[in-house]
């Protein structure tokens, strides 16, 4: 089993930034890809970025040139850069873990954090 604890999030206004961390914790060597999800209210839960242990990145669409995934392997962390953030960026983020081997579904899901980007 794997453990994510997801930090960083709040309320920041429109154009701001916000960075948000991930530390996972359990059977970290079985990992493979971590990343971000988040779901906004009345919206399905979407991909924000992930993140291969070689260093290879995905971005949803609409984050492209806005977030900045990284990751530590050293530390089991992963963080979200969010830049230019703009009202409906507003959601729970959820951090995820990917088991090697397993494809791209989400095998372990964080608690979520809250970002709310508001005047």
């Known amino acids: 089993q794997v453990q994510l604890v997801e930090s960083g999030g709040g309320l920041v206004q429109p154009v701001g930034s916000l960075r948000l961390s991930c530390a996972a914790s359990g059977s970290i060597f079985s990992i493979n890809v971590m990343g971000w999800y988040r779901q906004a209210p009345g919206k399905v839960r979407e991909l924000v970025a992930r993140?291969?242990?070689?260093?290879?990145?995905t971005y949803a669409d609409s984050m492209k040139g806005r977030f900045t995934i990284s990751r530590d392997n050293a530390k089991n962390m992963v963080f979200l850069q969010m830049n230019s953030l703009k009202p409906e960026d507003t959601a729970v983020y959820y951090c995820?873990?990917?088991?090697?081997?397993?494809?791209?579904?989400?095998?372990?899901w964080g608690q979520g954090t809250q970002v709310t980007v508001s005047s």
């Open positions: 995820i873990a990917i088991e090697r081997g397993r494809g791209l579904k989400p095998d372990y």
């Open positions: 993140i291969v242990f070689d260093g290879r990145t």
